[in-house]
């Protein structure tokens, strides 16, 4: 079973929420990532958490937090931002961290808009 | 230059025809290379990995990658139409790196 789970499946906000994403894996895996994807562009890393510790942040905007309260659970923290950061939110886990050869598995995403 | 490049596309093949997708990397030392489909409005689906040079099939797909001309392929055998996707391949070195993604169609 290569399951990872996204709630909510849509979010529209307006730029004084706080909001959060929520991912869920039970495949055992000890890594986790978020990927923010735009239209017709590929997904962009944002954070990499290995054992449930943030390894790599690819210099994100403070205004997105993210979480790993456990070694299943991962979530994005919103707050205050901007129409531009309306896009595809993907989850994905692997088995390792990287850089093992490691395949990594998405989750359905959360298609948030920022109003 | 991308670090890791795919034609955009679009690119039609026929119903039941043999469809080639290419990817090309920079990273010498890339060792882990993937294929995800993705279908307008979902999220990207594992269909390969490869992480030796040859080829390595899998039902109708099969990924073949040359590690000297840092080239991967995947080729999708007897196309349907459930096949039409863009296609991202995706290369490994500290992180995982996306091409653009070539989109196809499979013309009934």
């Known amino acids: 079973d290569t399951e990872v789970t996204q709630t909510p499946k849509h979010l529209v906000m307006g730029m004084t929420n706080k909001k959060s994403l929520k991912c869920e894996q039970h495949m055992g895996h000890r890594a986790m990532y978020w990927y923010k994807q735009k239209a017709k562009k590929p997904p962009e890393l944002m954070f990499v958490?290995?054992?449930?510790?943030?390894?790599i942040n690819e210099s994100v905007p403070s205004r997105f937090s993210p979480e790993c309260p456990n070694s299943s659970l991962l979530n994005l923290h919103l707050h205050a931002l901007q129409p531009e950061d309306s896009a595809l939110y993907l989850c994905?886990?692997?088995?390792?961290?990287?850089?093992?050869?490691?395949?990594?598995?998405f989750g359905p995403g959360t298609r948030l808009t920022v109003t | 230059q991308k670090e890791v490049e795919q034609n955009s596309g679009p690119l039609s093949v026929p119903e039941g025809a043999i469809a080639s997708l290419n990817c090309t990397y920079s990273d010498r030392v890339s060792q882990s290379f993937f294929w995800y489909r993705q279908y307008s409005g979902k999220s990207p689906e594992l269909i390969m990995s490869i992480y030796s040079n040859g080829d390595k099939e899998d039902g109708r797909f099969t990924a073949q990658l040359n590690k000297a001309s840092q080239y991967v392929s995947l080729l999708i055998r007897d196309s349907q139409p459930s096949d039409s996707a863009t296609y991202l391949c995706a290369v490994k070195v500290e992180k995982l790196t996306f091409g653009t993604g070539t989109r196809l169609t499979i013309i009934p």
């Open positions: 994905a886990s692997s088995q390792g961290p990287p850089p093992g050869l490691y395949e990594q598995y």
């Open positions: 958490y290995s054992y449930e510790k943030l390894s």
